[in-house]
Nanobody
């Protein structure tokens, strides 16, 4: 059974940084593309970032471009989301997702999802 477990969320002041991690088990991580999504209360789920299996292709949502960086370490079965210059509007539950096809991850159609980690940015 494939499991995704996020960590690294928390409370941070505006302008601060956090790094989220997503550990994948149950399947060879290097066969999966992965992404990060977020959902704030009362809002729809929003695409944040995606990365292909090798790390050679990445994409970002418009609201986080230039501030967030997605990366992965296949040897550690772990994906990361480095979040800098955080704003109060970045407050949300952040979830990682993974599936074989990059396009499906990007479209929010992943087979595997984590439970999410709360990120709260205070003003």
């Amino acid at each position: 059974q494939v499991q995704l477990v996020e960590s690294g969320g928390g409370l941070v002041q505006a302008g601060g940084s956090l790094r989220l991690s997503c550990v994948v088990s149950g399947r060879t991580f290097s066969t999966l593309s992965m992404g990060w999504f977020r959902q704030a209360p009362g809002k729809e789920r929003e695409f944040v970032a995606a990365i292909n299996w090798s790390g050679s292709v990445t994409d970002y949502g418009d609201s986080v471009k230039g501030r967030f960086t997605i990366s992965r370490d296949n040897a550690k079965n772990t994906g990361y989301l480095q979040m800098n210059s955080l704003k109060p509007e970045d407050t949300a539950v952040y979830s990682c997702a993974a599936t074989a096809l990059y396009g499906r991850v990007r479209a929010g159609q992943s087979d595997y999802w984590g439970q999410g980690t709360q990120v709260t940015v205070s003003s």
